[in-house]
Nanobody, 114 residues
């Protein structure tokens, strides 16, 4: 069983920055972040493999940066130039090293005021 502990959400003005963190237990291959805004489907924001390969949803490219500390099994999401449309519940994601299981954290709220 993988445990995910998230931190870093909050309220920020448009144009501001926030940094999310998520620490995972267990043997993890891919980590990342999903988000779900009110009335919308959950979407992947960014993913990073153990080797450092990254993917981003188009709407955050150039503004968000995902990084990872493999030694601490921790993933970070640096969010800059935040927009009102980034407001959502952000959930940490992890896939186990054998690719057999996926886990999501409980989520941390990010609210961007315009």
């Amino acid at each position: 069983q993988v445990q995910l502990v998230e931190s870093g959400g909050g309220l920020v003005q448009a144009g501001g920055s926030l940094r999310l963190s998520c620490a995972a237990s267990g043997s993890i291959y891919t980590m990342g972040w999903y988000r779900q805004a009110l009335g919308k489907q959950r979407e992947v924001v960014a993913l990073i493999t153990r080797g450092g390969l990254t993917t981003y949803v188009d709407s955050v490219k150039g503004r968000f940066t995902i990084s990872r500390d493999n030694g601490k099994n921790t993933v970070f999401l640096q969010m800059n130039s935040l927009k009102a449309e980034d407001t959502a519940l952000y959930s940490c994601y992890a896939r186990t090293f054998d690719r057999s299981s996926d886990y999501w954290g409980q989520g941390t709220q990010v609210t961007v005021s315009s």
